[in-house]
């Protein structure tokens, strides 16, 4: 059921299911559970109680379910849990959950994680998420679907990154982002919305010029956001792209959300 390395260390208690291959060098811990076809190439080191689901595709030097690097974490009981057909490339950590997060740290399905990008403790990463070279997740983030953090990118603890949002390459991103908007900068600002990400997810030209019209309302500088928010949300509301923004911003949320750059920045 299991191809495995005569060169790898697999605990007793791993859990494998079919057509499994782990190649040499790779270390599994007692309680991991690797789904279907997963494929573990050299040099893998895969610990605690880790799920992996079928398909996934794991290379060298990744670190899965290592404890998190937080200190406050007192070595309770907490899980990592990564969902089916994701590529996870070299140098990749990713860590559990802890118990002021809910003790579980969980990756969606069709992922892509470059190499050295890292995923911290009670972060949720939703489906079709790409993270490039060396992003880095915060503990207690949440990517939404089809997110791309460009490389070298580092996300700030509890910040929500929207659906459809693109965050460019070495920015550093203190405060939530939109779904369907772009942020960029050495302290990130919002620089409209990722219309080139829009085009490829097959976003029509309509859908696309609704988004753009209440994103100039929305972030206009007239009025308070509570009230353009509402102007928005009257003027859209059978639109889901539009509102899907409206309700991103209306949620709770432990940080700011990120702004454009005003007039009267230089």
């Known amino acids: 059921m299991a191809s495995v390395h005569s060169g790898a260390v697999v605990e007793q ?4 299911g079919e057509d499994v291959e782990i190649g040499p060098f ?13 494929k573990l190439h050299s040099h893998v080191t895969i610990v605690g109680d880790t799920e992996v689901g079928d398909n996934t595709e794991i290379f060298p030097f ?3 379910g290592q404890i998190p690097q937080d200190l406050k974490f007192d070595g309770e009981a907490s899980t990592l849990t990564i969902g089916k057909n994701n590529i996870i490339r070299e140098h990749v950590t990713m860590s559990p959950g802890t118990k002021g997060g809910g003790l579980v740290t969980t990756v969606g399905n069709s992922c892509l994680f470059m190499v050295g990008s890292h995923v911290a403790h009670d972060c949720i990463v939703e489906d079709n998420v790409i993270l490039a070279n060396n992003a880095t997740l915060a503990g207690h983030v949440l990517v939404e679907e089809f997110a791309i953090l460009g490389g070298l990118s580092a996300v700030h603890q509890f910040v929500r990154i929207g659906r459809h949002a693109m965050v460019g390459g070495m920015s550093g991103v203190e405060q939530d982002v939109i779904p369907y908007g772009s942020v960029l900068g050495n302290r990130a600002r919002l620089a409209g919305l990722n219309i080139v990400g829009l085009k490829r997810r097959g976003f029509s030209r309509a859908e696309i010029a609704s988004l753009r019209k209440a994103y100039r309302l929305l972030f206009a500088e007239e009025g308070t956001i509570s009230e353009r928010l509402d102007d928005v949300a009257e003027m859209y509301n059978g639109n889901q792209a539009v509102m899907d923004i409206v309700s991103f911003i209306r949620e709770e949320s432990n940080r700011a959300i990120c702004q454009p750059r005003s007039s009267h920045e230089t």
């Open 62 to 64: 990744t670190s899965l």
């Open 26 to 38: 790779c270390f599994v811990g007692k309680n991991v559970v690797l789904g279907d076809a997963v």
């Open 13 to 16: 208690g791993a859990q494998f």
